[in-house]
């Protein structure tokens, strides 16, 4: 079965820090871009940061820019986003997401007519 799992969500002080794991079976993350989304209560989903298939580059959002980093480690086909410095409004469920494109658009969306495989998500609530 194809699926994306994540974990590492939880609860966490202001200023503190938490590493998402987002795990892949049935298929290996080699040809996909992976990126990481969250949706906080009330608001539209949000692309986070992504990172390519082809030569590893990275994007971020303006807004996690400096706090978080994602990485891969092919080895173990997982994919990381360490997330440093962490605020309240940093609260949400994170998904991490796998396009078949092998990179994301610069909306962070994964373009037709390519195949995005979504894990079920992990919250993160991050306390003031």
């Known amino acids: 079965e194809v699926q994306l799992v994540e974990s590492g969500g939880g609860l966490v002080q202001a200023g503190g820090s938490l590493r998402l794991s987002c795990a892949a079976s049935?298929?290996?993350?080699?040809?996909?871009?992976v990126g990481w989304f969250r949706q906080a209560p009330g608001k539209e989903r949000e692309g986070v940061s992504n990172?390519?298939?082809?030569?590893?580059?990275?994007s971020y959002a303006d807004f996690v820019k400096g706090r978080f980093t994602i990485s891969s480690d092919n080895a173990k086909n997982t994919v990381y986003l360490q997330m440093n410095s962490l605020k309240p409004e940093d609260t949400a469920v994170y998904y991490c997401?796998?396009?078949?494109?092998?990179?994301?658009?610069?909306?962070?969306?994964?373009?037709?007519?390519?195949?995005?495989?979504w894990g079920q998500g992990t919250l993160v609530t991050v306390s003031s």
């Open positions: 990172i390519s298939s082809s030569d590893g580059r990275t």
């Open positions: 997401a796998a396009c078949s494109g092998g990179s994301y658009g610069s909306d962070s969306e994964c373009p037709e007519p390519y195949l995005e495989i």
């Open positions: 049935g298929f290996t993350f080699d040809d996909y871009a």
